[in-house]
């Protein structure tokens, strides 16, 4: 399967990490929903929020130094709006110096346009 569009790609620095030198689930979670919102932005000028994120199962540690890619595809445009799928990778130095590319996560999320007050809005064409 198409991994979709990369949204954002970045470094894990040592700020990322917790004492055990993996990274904080919550700094994948932050970068997973600005992600989802790259891709999401693509179908609107309209203010989006994060409606939902579903299912986030941590299947792999990312560790300090490792390079993490956000790949995004837009799964459903409804009139207010946008489900993207998110899928999170790590590019690391393995075994031997060999580089391997690691599936960490990936999730669901579902961003919804709002008016000026916050009440959901129809999107408009981007």
Do not use: W
Not at 7 to 15: L, N
Not at 23 to 44: C, N, P, S, Y
């Amino acid at each position: 399967m198409d991994p979709g569009d990369i949204a954002i790609r970045t470094v894990m620095h040592p700020k990322d990490t917790n004492p055990m030198g993996t990274v904080f689930g919550g700094v994948i979670l932050a970068q997973l929903d600005m992600a989802g919102a790259v891709e999401a932005r693509k179908h609107t000028s309209r203010r989006l929020v994060t409606k939902a994120m579903h299912e986030v199962d941590f299947v792999a540690p990312v560790h300090l130094g490792d390079t993490v890619t956000f790949f995004t595809r837009t799964l459903r445009k409804g009139r207010t709006s946008v489900t993207v799928e998110v899928e999170v990778d790590a590019q690391r130095t393995g075994p031997r110096g060999k580089r391997e590319s690691v599936h960490v996560t990936s999730a669901t999320v579902v961003y919804v346009a709002v008016d000026e007050n916050g009440n959901p809005t129809p999107l408009d064409p981007a």
